[in-house]
């Protein structure tokens, strides 16, 4: 039988009731049926879910770049140990909204709110963010870090790899990226390194 004679045969009394569960944008869970006359009920189930698991567990990779250049997330500053292990002696922290200076008297903090927008000029932030990694590797080490240490923490220490080693972007983002494999800038940012020519 064709499509066509499938189509004129068809009739509406041999559909089966079914029911459809519904998300809502705010987490509320319906399941909807028709009733007889085809108008919709909702009828709400279960408790409010947002429709995604957090990824609770800490991210607690020092990640060695370099002798005395560390990357990594947010999670490892709040662990003393995990800084003082690995001879860190300078936390740079580039996330925007993030403070992190809970132990002043143990390290040296700068913080330099990026955010972390592919339209967000990242080179503008090198300068001042080089100087400090500068400064951190000759007196011990420096751990950069944003909030997941994926996107903006990245960027900064391959434009620095970039800047102090003349790497081109392909190979200090593959060096960073063997080391830390949830690398990621945002387009934005990735669009800028490749351009990003350091001056001599």
């Not at 580039?94 to 809970?102: I, P, S």
Request: glycine share 8%.
């Amino acid at each position: 039988m064709s499509l066509l004679d499938q189509l004129t045969k068809f009739s509406k009394s041999s559909l089966r009731p079914t029911e459809t569960h519904v998300r809502t944008v705010d987490g509320r869970e319906f399941v909807e049926s028709r009733d007889e006359k085809g108008r919709s009920n909702l009828t709400p189930v279960g408790a409010k879910d947002y429709g995604w698991i957090g990824d609770v567990k800490p991210d607690l990779q020092v990640a060695k770049i370099r002798p005395g250049l560390f990357l990594g997330s947010q999670d490892v500053t709040v662990r003393p140990e995990l800084l003082r292990s690995n001879n860190v002696t300078h936390v740079l922290n580039v996330a925007a909204g993030v403070e992190t200076e809970t132990f002043p008297d143990a390290f040296t903090y700068k913080h330099v709110p990026i955010l972390d927008l592919p339209d967000t000029n990242i080179t503008d932030f090198f300068p001042e963010c080089f100087a400090f990694i500068s400064a951190g590797v000759t007196s011990g080490g420096v751990f950069v870090h944003c909030n997941a240490g994926v996107s903006r923490a990245v960027s900064i220490v391959v434009g620095y790899l970039m800047t102090t080693e003349g790497l081109e972007f392909e190979d200090a983002y593959r060096q960073v990226k063997e080391i830390r494999p949830s690398a990621r800038p945002n387009d934005g940012f990735m669009k800028q390194l490749k351009e990003y020519k350091p001056s001599k």
